[in-house]
């Protein structure tokens, strides 16, 4: 598996681009971006996992996810789905929050923009990551976004091989 993830960050706009080719059909990409039962078994960056406590992909629907690390720990986030074109994009507002969905305080909130495209060789994911504030986006950074979410782009990439 070679890394093929392209992560730029355009600090004057406060955005994060990702750009991630996988070999694999736009469909089943899609999928493995919007259906819980796989996505929980590549979102999260070994050695922690993702629990989703509940999902509804749909446009005003939410995805309520715990990350599990290895100790027991949980750090819940919740997405709320804003405009969904059927397997082309979709766009979100993402928050840490408790385990009941409500926004934790003093972590930003991210706005994704997440579409696939097909390629010569399978399939391109766009994502645009976008924050209300440089602080914000700042403070993702800082949290380790860059490696985390590539890891888990290389858990997607093996669980589309298999």
Same mark, same amino acid.
């Given at each position: ?19 991630? $080719?996988?070999?694999?059909?736009? #469909? ?22 993702? /629990? ?6 749909? #446009? ?11 100790? %027991? $720990?949980?750090?819940? *986030?919740?997405?709320? !789905? /804003? ?7 979709? *766009? &979100? ?5 408790? $385990?009941? %969905?409500?926004?934790?305080?003093? !972590? ?11 390629? &010569? ?16 986006? $700042?403070?993702?950074? /800082?949290?380790?976004?860059?490696? %985390? ?7 997607? /990439?093996?669980?589309?091989? &298999?």
């Amino acid at each position: 598996m070679k890394n093929n993830t392209i992560i730029t960050k355009d600090v004057a706009s406060r955005k994060l681009h990702v750009t991630r $080719e996988f070999a694999a059909p736009v #469909e089943k990409v899609w999928k493995a971006w919007t259906d819980s039962s796989i996505l929980d078994k590549w979102w999260a960056p070994r050695p922690w996992r993702t /629990e989703t406590k509940k999902m509804d992909f749909t #446009e005003g629907g939410t995805w309520l996810y715990a990350m599990a690390g290895p100790e %027991g $720990e949980k750090h819940y *986030s919740n997405v709320d !789905f /804003e405009k969904i074109v059927a397997g082309q994009s979709f *766009s &979100a507002l993402c928050r840490f929050s408790d $385990e009941n %969905g409500n926004a934790t305080a003093g !972590f930003p909130a991210m706005h994704w923009s997440v579409s696939f495209h097909p390629s &010569a060789t399978g399939t391109t994911v766009e994502v645009e990551l976008t924050f209300d504030n440089e602080t914000g986006m $700042e403070k993702i950074i /800082e949290m380790g976004f860059e490696g %985390g979410f590539t890891m888990g782009l290389n858990q997607l /990439e093996e669980l589309l091989e &298999a």
